[in-house]
């Protein structure tokens, strides 16, 4: 079993929910960065391409017409079967908890040293931090826990939903994309975005607030140079400057700290919305 690469979930989980671990994580990845000359200057922002092609998720918004082209990393569980929800029959019985860690390790036969075994920390660490205010900041492992958490969140109001998908049958993870169609703008009062996390069965990590949200979301087609047809989420967060200066968006765009920035969200995140 593979998990997708971890930096980039660090970097989107930073983006939501700024103040929690993953912005220790991220912090860590740049002063590594920083002492490796291949990314040392601002001016080198290829720097970051090459290392990591997975943070070719960012873009302008300026950016988003249709016939432009750009270059996206788009995430993707080997898994297949990992795309489903499991039932809450079949969760029940496996703890969800950092403190069990080293029973879920033995149940999934990790070794306390793999990748696979810090994925899973992180997921649990970031599943543990609670919510403050109108937030939502949850993470669902099956089916019923998913509607639930919608029902609570927009109550008798009946939500839309959109997710990243790939509509083709082979998947290239990284290549350069065109807008075939114009990019729609969705409207809306009220969305949780549920990104998939580094876990051995399928966890969503669902966040949301109830008001005063400075995103905008975008519906995308993409075709990519291999013909693959990708329909995709896009978010652009309108005001970044509560975001750490340093984050690598801003070398990677090179724009100022502050400024807006949009991501795609990565295949079968969903985005809940009213
Ligand atoms: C990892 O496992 C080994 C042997 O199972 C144990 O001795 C060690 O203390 C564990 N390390 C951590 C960090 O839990
Ligand atoms: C995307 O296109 C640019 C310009 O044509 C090219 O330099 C780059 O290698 C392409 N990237 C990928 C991932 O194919
Ligand atoms: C959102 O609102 C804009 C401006 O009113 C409109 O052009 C667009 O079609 C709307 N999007 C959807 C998906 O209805």
Redesign the pocket.
Known sequence: MTFPSFILYALLLLQFSLGSNALEIINEKILKDDHNNVVKSDEDQDGYFTLD?SL?VFFKITDLYLGN?I?VFFASNDDSTSTRLRSKQDVDSIPFSLSKLPYLLKYFSFSNTSSQAKAMETTLKQCEIKAIGGEVKTCVTSIESMLEMIHHFFGMVKPKVLATKVLSSKHTL???YTFVEKPIEINFSKVIACHTMAYPYLVYYCHGHKEGHKNRVFKIALGG?NKERVEAIAVCHMDTSSWDRHHVSYRLLGVQPGSPVCHVLPLYNVLWFA
Do not use: G
């Open positions: 092609p070719n082209k270059s990284f290549q350069n140079d």
